[in-house]
């Protein structure tokens, strides 16, 4: 299987040309948006709760639980978001990787955005009541670590070698 060139098109007045980009200076070869692998199966979820219904009991204890992990998640992948940005280093995928963050929440997990999307989405599936929302958040964490967190390991890897490998071997990935 052959990887694929990354391109980036610039244009000038005079032209327009098609670059390929060197590999150090392009980012994971991740293709989705995170967000919105979490996003999606909550909206089908609620969805397919209104054509077979599967609710969850309680509304009160669950709600409250619910904001609050909703809360915590977002902090915890806003704090990490503000490392990156104090870094300078993008929040997208995509993106080359200015620095390796290793401080703030980094200390305690290497993914801290995709654990706040995580704890978020499970305060979202008791929000929505529905037990559909919460029987695809194990397939949402797999396809997260399997098809973006690995390949932003790999590009880390590659772009921060024996640097990430010695914060890789002491901080998980998830908690």
Known sequence: MTKRTPRVIRITRASVTLVAEPRSQSGADVHVPPPLVYAAPLAVA?????????RMPGSGWRKRAGWALVAVGQA????GAATFRGHGTSVIPGRPAAALATTGPYMYTRNPMYLGLTVSYLGGSLLLGTWWARIALPAIVA??????????????????GAAYEDYSSHTRRWI
């Open 46 to 54: 609620w969805a397919v709760d209104r054509l077979v219904p599967w």
């Open 76 to 79: 915890i992948g806003t704090a």
């Open 143 to 160: 396809f997260v670590d399997r098809n973006v967190i690995r390949r932003e390991e790999t590009y880390l890897r590659e772009r921060f």
